[in-house]
């Protein structure tokens, strides 16, 4: 993926993730801000004293690993003196009680399969948690894409109710693509409930991952209630599906298309699994919309598409 400019940040971004942590965020963001390279900071460690490897330090950014021990305690503590972070800032992470994490899902699919991509797309999705998403159950999804007289996907607007799996989910990661090449800038034009962070965009596929930020960390057991839209910078692109990809069991999945009257497909068919043989006609209301509704959805790939002539 294309990243973000190193300094891609704000004051008040940094600020949130060193008072709500985790370490690994925290510790990623006040880099980018500082517009260091991990070299560069490595350099700085080492002039005032402290040894540590690329490899650690990368480690410790992508949360694979966590600083543990006086040696990696007095590196962390280097560490913010070289971001220009106050005493403890870190350190005070590190220490801190950590929540365990809830195991992936028993029997989901993998990120790509759920997206209908290439794992490739995926590889350089710096600084953002692309499992995050285990640590919700997802209770109900709402998908309503609007479509233009031009054919042109204008809009999609998405609520999400998840249930946290453990103490302290404060986030879910979004991805969304445009059907067809040729330039397309998706751009989130709305969102309630919660608030953009990092955001990484693949030039080739136009694949954009989007950082969700609730209004507070979960409980375990907690239910939430979000929604965002998509739309675009530009022309929008011509399409002729809508699919929505989950990795684990969902209780119930709706998938909505709104036509304009001008332009209303002459047939629309269900799907499950991109190359699913059965295909099911869908009919089209006097409303101009069209929906599938999933209860129980098991992990994959569930959508509808259409024909305009």
């Given at each position: ?266 047939r629309c068919y269900r799907y499950d699994g991109e190359a699913s043989a059965d295909r099911p006609e869908l009919p089209v209301g006097p409303s101009f919309t069209s929906h599938i509704a999933v209860l129980d959805a098991q992990p994959g790939v569930y959508g509808m598409c259409w024909e305009w002539d």
């Amino acid at each position: 993926m294309d990243a973000l400019p190193e300094n891609d940040t704000d004051d008040t971004e940094v600020v949130d993730a060193v008072r709500e942590g985790p370490f690994d965020v925290a510790f990623d963001l006040a880099i980018r801000h500082r517009g260091l390279s991990l070299e560069a900071l490595q350099r700085r460690m080492a002039i005032r004293g402290a040894q540590v490897s690329l490899a650690t330090l990368s480690y410790w950014r992508r949360g694979r690993r966590h600083p543990e021990g006086p040696r990696s305690l007095h590196a962390v503590g280097v560490a913010e003196g070289c971001l220009g972070l106050p005493a403890a800032a870190l350190t005070s992470l590190v220490t801190r009680p950590r929540v365990r994490r809830a195991e992936p899902w028993p029997g989901g699919v993998s990120l790509a399969s759920a997206l209908g991509s290439e794992p490739t797309e995926l590889a350089s999705c710096d600084g953002i948690d692309l499992d995050g998403n285990a640590r919700l159950a997802l209770a109900s999804v709402h998908q309503r894409a609007t479509l233009g007289a031009d054919r042109t996907e204008r809009s999609v607007r998405t609520e999400l109710v998840v249930t946290s799996r453990e103490d302290g989910v404060d986030r879910w990661v979004s991805f969304f693509r445009p059907q067809t090449g040729g330039g397309h800038q998706p751009v989130l034009r709305s969102a309630r409930c919660c608030r953009p962070g990092r955001v990484r965009r693949d030039a080739a596929s136009e694949l954009v991952a989007l950082e969700l930020r609730f209004d507070y960390p979960l409980r375990a057991g907690e239910t939430y209630v979000f929604d965002f839209e998509f739309a675009y910078d530009g022309t929008p692109p011509e399409t002729s599906y809508l699919q929505f990809g989950v990795r684990a069991p969902a209780r119930q999945i709706m998938l909505q298309a709104c036509f304009d009257p001008a332009a209303v497909p002459v047939r629309c068919y269900r799907y499950d699994g991109e190359a699913s043989a059965d295909r099911p006609e869908l009919p089209v209301g006097p409303s101009f919309t069209s929906h599938i509704a999933v209860l129980d959805a098991q992990p994959g790939v569930y959508g509808m598409c259409w024909e305009w002539d």
